[in-house]
């Protein structure tokens, strides 16, 4: 996810088409209904934005600003993402999983 901001603030198709196909292998066992809302992670283009989400089923990426909602119930992952011992946070329907820089998962249920 971090990687979308070398790219500026709109990233290349090929980009985003590349994280959703890496995001797909790593869930092949699961239905698309299983699968994570979006994925809100930092954003590092710098002031005002804060977060960017990877819309996993209509794969729409978008930058934040600070004050804008990041919608389809992702902005609940808003602040644990700016935390900086987290990679990303996957949204889900009844939880969120918070991932780690070093990889681990906690996940907090609703």
């Known amino acids: ?3 979308l901001d070398a790219s500026g603030v709109v990233a290349t198709k090929e980009k985003v088409q590349e994280l959703i196909d890496q995001i797909a ?3 092949p066992e699961l239905a698309v ?3 994570p809302l979006g994925i809100v992670s930092k954003c590092y283009l710098g002031n005002p934005y804060e977060v960017h989400s990877l819309d996993t089923r209509l794969q729409i990426l978008d930058h934040y600003k ?14 644990l ?21 070093s990889g681990e998962v906690s996940m907090i249920k609703e």
């Open 66 to 79: 600070r004050g804008e909602i990041v919608p389809n119930g992702m902005e609940k992952a808003r602040r």
């Open 1 to 3: 996810m971090a990687k």
């Open 81 to 101: 993402a700016m935390h900086p011992s987290y990679a990303y946070i996957e949204v889900y329907m009844n939880m969120i999983a918070a991932v780690s820089l």
């Open 33 to 35: 209904d299983q699968l």
């Open 25 to 27: 292998s790593e869930f």
